[in-house]
């Protein structure tokens, strides 16, 4: 790799507008109209959204005690253009996403399942503009990312947790007990697409079905055995695997392509995506954002080094999110940075 790499810097947006003063952000999201939506409390609860237990080896799925919250739609300047109220605010570790006529979706990342009960705990919600909660349900443990879609849809991806069992989901080793119930975890493949009614509507391949596609070695590397990156977007859903050697597109609930990387990322990258422009944030030592022509199968067309706008503080919680060309990331003072694929590809 160049020594001299030419380097890329995200642009600043905005920074979100606090929707009364001394509100605290609790996360942020950007919605499929490609403006972000927000979770804010005070900033005596807000650390009760991210409350652990077991001496701090475990997340909490809910909220102790009775929170409070502020839902609110932002513009491109970062101005607040909705502010809908949720008291007795449900889940810890919120997801925020926008829904059509002004609804929100909430999940919670973690959900139990019990075993004793047959029945899982609900950490997906819809509140309507006006903050009333209208639906609920189960999603699933383990929740990485969520991203719905204009028509109302929405998907979620998995960590590790999710995918392999955790809080009571999971296969019946290493005890077989009939007084039990088990579940399989919601997210056992990684990817998991949903309707409004929080109803599943499709899930990624397991293994087995994959073999069929792309073989036995293929089959494994494109399996999601942990958290995977991801784009979503309207027409088409693209994911890198956590093994980082295919970039998978699915359109239609059907893999339509895949091209193999070689390897050459690892760790768990950000994608995004423009027709067969390609879009690769990682990290080897320093941030490195490469660029991919896959129109006939796997081409390089640089390696750059990215460089954070002077207004955005890497060393603070971001929230990322994936949507087409364009990658977002808002930090926990609520600026707000862009990085377009089609405005840092290089004249060829």
Not at 88 to 106: D, E, K
Not at 172 to 189: A, E, K, V
Not at 283 to 306: A, F, H, M, Q
Request: include cysteine.
């Amino acid at each position: 790799m160049s020594q001299d790499m030419r380097v890329i810097t995200p642009k600043y947006q905005a920074t979100l507008e606090p929707p009364v003063i001394g509100a605290a952000l609790v996360e942020a999201s950007i919605s499929y109209d490609g403006l972000p939506v927000a979770i804010w409390s005070t900033a005596e609860d807000w650390h009760k959204f991210f409350g652990r237990s077991n001496g701090g080896c475990t997340a909490n799925a809910y909220i102790d005690g009775i929170v409070d919250a502020l839902l609110t739609r932002h513009n491109a300047d970062g101005e607040v253009i909705q502010k809908t109220p949720i008291f007795r605010f449900p889940v810890c570790y919120p997801h925020i996403q926008s829904l059509p006529l002004g609804a929100f979706l909430i999940i919670g990342a973690r959900c139990r399942w019990h075993k004793k009960e047959n029945r899982a705990d609900h950490n997906a919600f819809i509140y309507n503009f006006e903050g009333k909660l209208i639906r609920s349900g189960t999603v699933g443990d383990g929740i990485e990312e969520v991203q719905a879609l204009s028509d109302g849809t929405f998907w979620t991806s998995y960590f590790d947790e999710g995918i392999g069992g955790n809080f009571g989901w999971g296969s019946r080793f290493p005890i077989d007990d009939p007084d039990l119930h088990y579940h399989d975890p919601i997210g056992r493949t990684g990817l998991v697409h949903w309707n409004s009614e929080l109803k599943q509507i499709w899930a990624y391949p397991t293994m087995e079905e994959l073999r069929p596609r792309f073989g036995d070695r293929g089959a494994f590397y494109a399996t999601m055995y942990r958290s995977s990156s991801m784009n979503f977007d309207v027409d088409r859903t693209v994911v890198l695997p956590s093994t980082s050697h295919f970039i998978v597109t699915i359109e239609n609930h059907e893999i339509t392509r895949y091209v193999n990387t070689q390897g050459d990322f690892k760790g768990l990258p950000s994608v995004a995506i423009s027709g067969d422009r390609v879009l690769i944030w990682s990290w080897r030592g320093k941030p490195i954002i490469t660029l991919i022509d896959i129109s006939d199968g796997y081409r390089v067309v640089d390696n750059c080094e990215l460089r954070y706008p002077k207004e955005f503080d890497t060393d603070s919680f971001s929230s990322s999110n994936y949507i087409g060309p364009t990658i977002h990331d808002i930090d926990e003072d609520g600026v707000w940075i862009t990085l377009d694929i089609n405005d840092v590809w290089p004249d060829e």
